[in-house]
């Protein structure tokens, strides 16, 4: 089955750090575009971040110095570093595959279930 | 940044009708839009990118159009199952979503 599956999710003080992982099935990880998209609870859709095929990395300017994202091939796992957390990072985070045919990181065609960090002393 | 703005965003509507929303982005982006599909505690849907091309195993009642700053999805019969949240997202620069629009049976 072709599958994203997130754990590592939490409650986390503020200032805190956790990272989030999301093993893949049925894929190769490191052959495809992957992002990670944020909800908060009852609200929108965020975009977090992205690494392409070729290791390139990007970030949402809420995120960019705080956040990494990586992957391991021999896991076909892909990972968020969250740092200094805020309050305001509390959501949902997905992981999401995107695209590959033509090229588009940021269609994203597969998505995990999620997991729910919340952020709260 | 990008703004996309979606309207309206809640549509009453009834099994059968169709219906069509709106997503306004702040600057032209071509062509690179996509709508996404969301139900309760579930992750999104894929349905369409490009503005209008549909993603495989969606149904054909499902249709988008549009670009520039100027998009809509229109659902052409509305089913049971189509009782959800649709978001739509611009990929021109990195990416962003709109507020969604919740499709509500009236």
């Known amino acids: 089955d072709v599958q994203l599956v997130e754990t590592g999710g939490g409650l986390i003080q503020p200032g805190g750090s956790l990272r989030l992982s999301c093993a893949a099935s049925g894929f190769a990880v490191s052959s495809n575009y992957m992002s990670w998209v944020r909800q908060d609870p009852g609200k929108g859709l965020q975009w977090v971040s992205v690494i392409y095929t070729g290791g390139s990395t990007y970030y949402a300017d809420s995120v960019k110095g705080r956040f990494t994202i990586s992957r391991d091939k021999s896991k076909n796992t892909l990972y968020l570093q969250m740092n200094s957390l805020r309050a305001e990072d509390t959501a949902v985070y997905y992981c999401a595959r995107g695209l590959l045919t033509g090229g588009f990181p940021w269609v994203l065609t597969l998505w995990g279930q999620g997991a729910l960090v919340t952020v709260s002393s | 940044d990008i703004q996309m703005t979606q309207s309206p965003s809640t549509l009453p509507a009834s099994v059968g009708d169709r219906v069509t929303i709106t997503c306004r982005a702040s600057q032209s982006i071509s062509s690179w839009l996509a709508w996404y599909q969301q139900k309760p505690g579930k992750a999104p849907k894929l349905l369409i990118y490009k503005a209008s091309n549909l993603e495989s195993g969606v149904p054909s009642r499902f249709s988008g159009s549009g670009s520039g700053t100027e998009f809509t999805l229109s659902i052409s019969s509305l089913q049971p199952d189509d009782f959800a949240t649709y978001y739509c997202?611009?990929?021109?620069?990195?990416?962003?979503f709109g507020q969604g629009t919740k499709l509500d049976i009236k």
């Open positions: 997202q611009q990929y021109l620069n990195y990416s962003t």
